[in-house]
């Protein structure tokens, strides 16, 4: 059974930062795909960001410069690292898993496993 489990959340002051961890467990190989998606109140879930098991990384254009997103294969976690944060990233973010893509890895229906989800917040 994989299971991935967030933490890191928080609330924190307009270009504060946070970092977010997500531990996949229950996988007999890794990941081909893991991601952070966003949903705010009343909004659609949107991707934030991703990255495949070779490295490669994508970043929506809103957080581009601020967020980056990294894993430790070995300990079968990835990150994001939250700068500059803005009241508009205030969200339940998600941590997300698959092991095939055959689209953008920002399209929420491309992922099989999730997380429960952590709260961020973000005051002005």
């Known amino acids: 059974q994989v299971q991935l489990v967030e933490s890191g959340g928080g609330s924190v002051q307009a270009g504060g930062s946070l970092r977010l961890s997500c531990a996949a467990s229950?996988?007999?190989?890794?990941?081909?795909?893991m991601a952070w998606l966003r949903q705010a109140p009343g909004k659609e879930r949107e991707g934030v960001a991703s990255i495949k098991s070779d490295g490669s990384a994508t970043y929506a254009d809103f957080v581009k410069g601020r967020f980056t997103i990294s894993q430790d294969n070995a300990k079968n976690t990835v990150y994001l690292q939250m700068n500059n944060l803005k009241p508009d990233d205030t969200a339940m973010y998600y941590c997300?898993?698959?092991?095939?893509?055959?689209?953008?890895?920002?399209?929420?229906?491309?992922?099989?496993?999730w997380g429960q989800g952590t709260q961020v917040t973000v005051s002005s």
């Open positions: 229950g996988y007999t190989s890794s990941p081909y795909c």
């Open positions: 997300a898993a698959t092991s095939t893509l055959l689209g953008s890895p920002f399209n929420p229906t491309q992922y099989d496993y």
